[in-house]
């Protein structure tokens, strides 16, 4: 079965500082993998999502994120955080028969002065 | 680009009634579109997915006679939360896709809807 795992619930950095959110994957087909963030009281915006084709996937906001198979990752970075980046991170994986989408448990990122 | 309009943002009822909320793509057809809930400081839990013009598929735990949904058109799906309890007080997300396969299609989320039961 597909499942993702986001390690860390709560990441804090400095404004500014490199940012690392990490996601593990699990998946019995080829997978999907999508980045999403999540601010108070919103839905959701996609960041960048891997389908086919070349591993470093660039998205929205500076974000990217690098699909290795051999470790089962797609770990979100950013070079330099902005305070805007203060938001809830969700990784998720298309299921088996790509016809839903299961989200990692989140990770909140805090971005401090 | 593709938006889904979910409505109402918030809403407050008492204990015991019905609510009803309304996920509708703006300027596509949506064949599929699912609905989530999430808790307070937790991840989206699928509800159910619902393919327009057929039952709605929903997951396991979830009551389909507690939470009626209706996918009437290409372009509206509702969520009822019928005889409310504090209990179902949540945040309820939509979204939507074109396809019933999302590999090769866009999904796109509502902004969600905070319920309150008192």
């Known amino acids: 079965a597909q499942s993702v795992t986001q390690l860390g619930s709560h990441v804090s950095v400095s404004e500014g500082a490199l940012v690392l959110l990490r996601c593990n994957y699990s998946s019995s087909v080829p997978p999907y993998l999508f980045w999403y963030v999540q601010y108070p009281n919103q839905g959701l915006q996609l960041l960048l999502k891997y389908t086919t084709g070349a591993t470093l996937v660039k998205g929205i906001n500076g974000f990217e994120a690098e699909f290795k198979k051999s470790e089962t990752s797609f770990h979100l970075t950013k070079p330099s955080a902005h305070m805007s980046d203060a938001a809830e991170y969700f990784c998720?994986?298309?299921?088996?028969?790509?016809?839903?989408?299961?989200f990692g448990a989140g990770t909140r990122l805090a971005v401090h002065p | 680009g593709a938006v889904v309009s979910q409505h109402p943002s918030r809403v407050i009822c008492k204990s015991g009634t019905s609510v009803k909320i309304e996920c509708r793509s703006l300027?596509?057809?949506?064949?599929?579109m699912f609905w989530y809930r999430q808790f307070p400081k937790q991840s989206l839990m699928l509800m159910a997915t619902s393919n327009e013009g057929s039952k709605a598929t929903y997951e396991q735990g979830v009551e389909k006679d507690k939470f009626l949904i209706n996918h009437a058109s290409l372009t509206l799906s509702t969520l009822t939360v019928t005889s409310a309890h504090p209990e179902d007080s949540s945040f309820y997300i939509c979204s939507a896709s074109p396809s019933i396969q999302l590999n090769n299609s866009p999904l796109h989320f509502g902004n969600g809807t905070r319920l309150t039961v008192t």
């Open positions: 998720a994986v298309l299921s088996g028969g790509y016809n839903k989408l299961i």
């Open positions: 300027d596509f057809q949506a064949t599929t």
